[in-house]
Structures are given as C-alpha cells and as structure tokens.
C-alpha cells in the first residue's frame, strides 16, 4: 500500500492505475459541520497497485487524480457511488465515467436490496471485514495503521467485488440493464440541484399556493447562503422554520419574532431580513401566478386491490429472475401504474424493467393475467388459462 502526499506521487500512481481497464475507488469525507463534503481520504486501487491518496497534505495538486476519473478508457468501480461522485464533482468539477457501481450490480444480480459492502465482501470473497475504525475523524492527523488498513480495505477486495459481480451480468445477459442505471449515477443533474429547487428536498407540509411560493423562496435563499457559508442547510435556518414561516408569512421583524421556530434576535440580523424580502416577494406574486400545489390525485375505485396485487406480482418476478425488487419497481411506480396504467410515467414500464415487469404488470391489471394459488404456491397464468 502506498501513501501518497506529493502531486509527483499521484501524477505516477495515475499514469499506472491508467494502463489496466479498470480502477477500484473510494473516499473518505465529513460533512457534519458544512455544506460540500470535506474530502479526507481517497483509496485507490488497480491490478499493480494500492494507494492511499491524503488530499490535505499541504501542496498536493488532485489534478492527475480528476484525470483518472475522466479516463473512458478506464471503469471507475464505486460501491454506493452517489456521495463518492459528489465530491469527485464539486471539488474537480467533471463525473467520473465510465462507472461501475457495485451496489446496484449487487441489486440486478439478485444479492438483495441495497447490499452492503461488507455484506458482498463476506458473501463473495469470503472475507470478515473489521468494522473498529468505521466511525474514525478521517480529518485527523496522523491517522493510524489500523485506520489505513480499514481504509484500503475498502477498495482492495472492491475489485474481487467487480470482477463477480461482472461475470455475474454478462453470464446473465445483463450487462445493458446496469448501464440504464449508470446513466443516471453519470446524469450531471443528479448532483447539480439549483437552489430554485431545493425545496423538492422538504416533505410538503403547505396546502396553499401562497405558502408554497413562500416556501420555495425561502428554501432557495437557505441554499445559496448554506452554500456560500459553506455550512449545513440546518445551521442557516432549520426545516421547521421554514415551515412555520410558510404558513404564517410574516411580513415585518415584529411578525417574524413571534414565530416560535426562530431564535431570539434573528429578526434583527440581515438573515431576518432576507427571510422578510423573500416573503414579501412571494406576497407579491399575482394570485394567478401562484404555484399549484402537487397533487396526487385520488385514486381511482379498486386501485388499492390493483397495487396489492401488483406487488405479489414483482415478489414473484424478482424471485424468478433473482433481482432486488427494489431496483425493478417502487410502490410509487405500483401506485401509478394500478391508477394510470400504460400512463404512468414510471421507470418500471421503460427499458428493461418494461420487459421483466412492466408489460406483466399491464397485463395483470387489464385483466389479461391473473394470479392463482396451487399447490401452496402463487402463479402467474394468461387470462385464457385462468378462464377455464
């Protein structure tokens, strides 16, 4: 294992980890007390080499590390990507690609719902990871042999991970049903959230056009000064606050030091008074300007017996075809389709899932399928079948 703490080192370590086909990679952050994720440690590992990259040794340039990521000619293997990609993107500004994400291969290859990469480590390479140093300050220096050793851990058997995992989907045919959810892990606008839509983020507690337009300025605002304070949302103003202040829409520094959610004082400092022009200004949007409300809608009459059945349905199928349920359909996805059918706007009737699920499930609810009980166990039979 080497440790690197000079732009030399990682130029050299890159330049070797870019000769082989693939990369094993993770990293090691804290974000409890900001904003963008606080990048500590980055484990690397090839075919020839392991290597510890330490991002706050003084000096070093990541810059050949981002050349790596950016490489199509070399797969970038992560395990639950999404964090990891994150910090790639906002500290080098680019999304690794091509990708390789082994909790999702884990999910496609029937290990599961969101398995575990100690689960996959144990299950596959047959391996008892220590778990002691999981909760370590990765900002701490020195870090120990026993915190380097965990770390390294994480991308040394990652790459036994892949190479089953990718045997696994090419045995299977399954190679292109991970690529449709690499896209996305690789889509710019997964980690890109504009400040207009943070408010997505919060459970919709509002239940008037005026309150969410206030709720949207406000969370806008909280964003942007999370972000340029480089502090977590919560700190600038708490989610219960924004709330309170949808709701009451306080108009004046009297009205906004009555809420109970704010701290004493707020009203008076130049917080309380962006909170105030943001709500002044959702007040002074014309009603018919206003934003609806999202809906749901009510479901129609037997919807509810639909999707019931609709999940014996994806039980059966992923257990037929040894894939995570979760990855082939969620309940919003049954819910839709029970109510809308071929309408609904759900990834369970695109691409593969359409074919596995999604044309089954259309059948099932048109009446064209049906479920029968035999010999104890649940099946699937066309509605010719079941008519007789």
Known sequence: MKIILKTEELAEACEIFA????????????????????????????PDLDAIVDPLAPGIDLAPF??????????????????DIEIIFNRGGLIPHPIFDTQVAAMVCGFGDSASYDTLVQRIVNVQLDKSSR??????????????????????????????????????????WLAEEMSVLESRETYDLHPDDAWQRLRMRVRKPIELAI?????????????????????????????????????????????????????????????????????????????????????????????EMLK????LIAEKNGVASKI???????????????????????GWRRELFGEPALKLIQGEMALRFVNRKVDVVEFSLAAE
Not at 25 to 46: A, H, K, M, N, Y
């Open 312 to 315: 014996v349905l994806l039980k």
């Open 215 to 307: 709720l949207k300025n406000i969370a806008a605002w909280r964003e942007r000064e999370a972000r340029s304070r480089d502090v977590p949302r919560g700190r600038v103003l708490k989610d219960d606050a924004v709330f309170e202040i949808a709701q009451q829409q306080p108009k004046d520094t009297e009205a906004l030091a009555r809420l109970r959610t704010i701290p004493k004082g707020y009203e008076r400092s130049q917080n309380g008074a962006a909170i105030l022009g943001a709500v002044n200004a959702a007040l002074a949007i014309p009603k018919a300007d206003l934003p609806r409300i999202p809906r749901s809608g009510s479901a129609p009459e037997g919807s509810g017996a639909a999707v």
């Open 66 to 83: 981002f050349k790596l990521m950016a490489d199509a000619s070399v797969t970038k293997v992560f395990h639950a990507a999404r964090q």
């Open 135 to 176: 909760f370590t300050d990765w900002s701490h220096r020195p870090l120990s042999e026993k915190q380097l050793d965990y770390a390294i851990a994480d991308v040394t058997h990652l790459k036994d991970v892949y190479l089953h995992l990718k045997g696994e989907l090419e045995r299977e045919g399954r190679t292109e």
């Open 328 to 350: 082939i359909a969620s309940g919003d996805d049954l819910d839709a389709i029970a109510s809308k059918g071929e309408e609904a706007e759900v990834a369970a009737l695109h």
């Open 19 to 46: 000769r082989h086909d693939y990369v094993a990679v993770d990293t090691e952050f804290l974000r409890e007390t900001t904003f963008w994720p606080q990048l500590c440690l980055i484990q690397l590992s090839g």
